[in-house]
């Protein structure tokens, strides 16, 4: 289970680290007050955020190697996949 907690632990972290630079970055929004520099910064989000979202589904999946079959692996990446696609 050490392991596991380890997996956890870092998905958490990352999830974490996303939601600072959300904050972050509506901050900045404030500071610059600008609806050109709002929108610049909210593309840099719309980058960051599917890098975060596949990175912890990668680590979920990592976790669940050998607990659960390919074919539900391969379900959950693909599912992961549409998510991103679905909100484009």
Do not use: H, Y
């Not at 509506?26 to 500071?31: I, N, R, T």
């Not at 980058?47 to 959950?76: D, H, N, Q, Y």
């Amino acid at each position: 289970m050490a392991g596991e907690d380890r997996i956890v632990e870092a998905m958490a972290f990352l999830r974490a680290v996303g939601a600072g630079v959300e904050i972050l970055a509506a901050l900045l929004m404030l500071k610059f007050n600008r609806v050109s520099s709002a929108l610049r910064i909210n593309a840099v989000l719309g980058l960051f955020g599917p890098v975060i979202l596949v990175t912890v589904s990668a680590l979920g999946l990592a976790g669940l190697v050998g607990r659960v079959s390919w074919v539900k692996a391969f379900v959950i990446l693909c599912g992961t996949m549409l998510i991103i696609a679905g909100t484009r």
